[in-house]
């Protein structure tokens, strides 16, 4: 069963830049896409970006200035970066595999299984 | 952006009681709706995809419906285990995916 595990720095500087790396274990990184989504506390969902096994990305026009999503298939990891953070970048950031069922004419989408989130704060 | 907005919420309810949420897309979305469970402290967790199809393991209690616009997840007979937040997302458009406010479902 696949699992996934979010790690890096829990406190992170304004104007400075978050890392997070995704390790996916009991499965194989490929031929799957990788999401981010985040939850500032007390609140809803975002959809950050993905990343597919090969590398090519989708992000959230709303942060594509300052997200940058990458792939490492030798060590079953991909990572998130997120430039000139502010207070608003603060949330519990969650990896997950994009799931896909065909169904004939395209493909439903959803997010799943996620790992259990890392809380990532942005303050000097 | 497709805006989605839940309804109601909170949500007070009992064990045992039947429960319906409803989520609504700011524009035709056809079926390309999910569900998810998120418990305090938790990840979310998929239950429905497709807005209709349970996802495997998901009790039978949970159900799907709508298209368009319009979408309800009921729960037939409340369980203690189900006092949780529930989130509908849009697959439809996939840049960006949204997801809709939450409903909070919580004892009555």
């Known amino acids: 069963q696949v699992q996934l595990q979010e790690s890096g720095p829990g406190l992170v500087k304004p104007s400075e830049t978050l890392s997070l790396t995704c390790t996916v274990s009991?499965?194989?990184?490929?031929?799957?896409?990788w999401s981010w989504i985040r939850q500032p506390p007390g609140k809803g969902l975002e959809w950050i970006g993905y990343?597919?096994?090969?590398?090519?990305?989708k992000y959230n026009p709303s942060l594509k200035s300052r997200v940058s999503i990458s792939v490492d298939t030798s060590k079953n990891q991909f990572s998130l970066k997120l430039s000139s953070v502010t207070a608003a970048d603060t949330a519990v950031y969650y990896c997950?595999?994009?799931?896909?069922?065909?169904?004939?004419?395209?493909?439903?989408?959803?997010?799943?299984?996620w790992g259990q989130g890392t809380l990532v704060t942005v303050s000097s | 952006d497709i805006q989605m907005t839940q309804s109601p919420s909170p949500l007070s309810a009992s064990v045992g009681d039947r429960v319906t949420i409803t989520c609504r897309a700011s524009?035709?979305?056809?079926?390309?709706l999910n569900w998810y469970q998120q418990k305090p402290g938790q990840a979310p967790k998929l239950l429905i995809f497709?807005?209709?199809t349970l996802q495997r393991g998901v009790p039978s209690r949970f159900r799907g419906s709508g298209s368009g616009t319009d979408f309800t997840l009921t729960i037939s007979s409340l369980q203690p285990e189900d006092f949780a937040t529930y989130y509908c997302?849009?697959?439809?458009?996939?840049?960006?995916?949204?997801f809709g406010p939450g409903t909070k479902v919580d004892v009555k």
């Open positions: 997950a595999r994009r799931g896909y069922h065909y169904y004939g004419s395209g493909n439903y989408l959803w997010f799943g299984p």
């Open positions: 009991g499965d194989s990184i490929s031929p799957y896409y």
């Open positions: 990343i597919y096994y090969s590398g090519s990305t």
């Open positions: 524009q035709n979305i056809s079926s390309f």
């Open positions: 497709g807005a209709s």
């Open positions: 997302q849009q697959s439809y458009d996939t840049t960006p995916f949204t």
